[in-house]
T-cell receptor
Framework: NAGVTQTPKFQVLKTGQSMTLQCAQD?????MSWYRQDPGMGLRLIHY???????DQGEVPNGYNVSRSTTEDFPLRLLSAAPSQTSVYFC?????????????FGPGTRLTVL | GQQVMQIPQYQHVQEGEDFTTYCNSS?????IQWYKQRPGGHPVFLIQ?????EVKKQKRLTFQFGEAKKNSSLHITATQTTDVGTYFC??????????FGSGTKLNVKP
């Protein structure tokens, strides 16, 4: 098993550009989520999905869109990048999303918006 | 909204000294998880606490969950350089949503 994979590892964008951060898992997990990590602020939940076709907002959803067309993939879209979105983005998955499930994190995408 | 506060933000210790990080929630939690993130890495699950007053040990690491299920702590006895990293707690009060503390960055001087 590759676990949770994310691409790209690094990305630099200009303000106003759009891009998609990719996340995939091969553990047949129903629950997938996106977090952003900023210095001194821990990880904040952006969006999550409890299964294919179902998504919901987390703590900080503004400026981001998600979709879940398959169990394996959960891409995060930035429609018009802003400097405030400079951060490290982590995708995570767990078996069902239940509060007792272990979350498995991907290696992260380091995004800089100029 | 739910918040999980974690202190201290940084801790510098000499190898062999003990280390403790604390988490406090504004609301009662159903459970709390602890993660470790090595520099440049991603969070890795350490342990989960579910029951009020629960105490769990992993070798030199001791995890506690408060009686009111609003606070938790991680204690490392006799730190080693391999303990370097940032330790996060993540609390859940609602199904599907975890709220992470801001983390405690541990530096161990050999």
């Amino acid at each position: 098993n590759a676990g949770v994979t994310q691409t790209p590892k690094f990305q630099v964008l200009k303000t106003g550009q759009s891009m998609t951060l990719q996340c995939a898992q091969d553990m047949n997990h129903e629950y997938m989520s996106w977090y952003r990590q900023d210095p001194g602020m821990g990880l904040r939940l952006i969006h999550y999905s409890v299964g294919a076709g179902i998504t919901d907002q987390g703590e900080v959803p503004n400026g981001y869109n998600v979709s879940r067309s398959t169990t394996e993939d959960f891409p995060l879209r930035l429609l018009s990048a802003a400097p405030s979105q400079t951060s490290v983005y982590f995708c995570a998955s767990s078996k069902t999303g239940g509060s007792t499930d272990t979350q498995y994190f991907g290696p992260g995408t380091r995004l800089t918006v100029l | 909204g739910q918040q999980v506060m974690q202190i201290p933000q940084y801790q510098h210790v000499q190898e062999g000294e003990d280390f403790t990080t604390y988490c406090n929630s504004s609301t009662t939690l159903s459970n709390i998880q602890w993660y470790k993130q090595r520099p440049g890495g991603h969070p890795v699950f350490l342990i989960q606490l579910v029951k009020s007053g629960e105490v769990k040990k992993q070798k030199r690491l001791t995890f506690q969950f408060g009686e009111a299920k609003k606070n938790s702590s991680l204690h490392i006895t006799a730190t080693q350089t391999t303990d370097v990293g940032t330790y996060f707690c993540a609390g859940s009060a609602n199904f599907n949503k975890f709220y992470f503390g801001s983390g405690t960055k541990l530096n161990v001087k050999p």
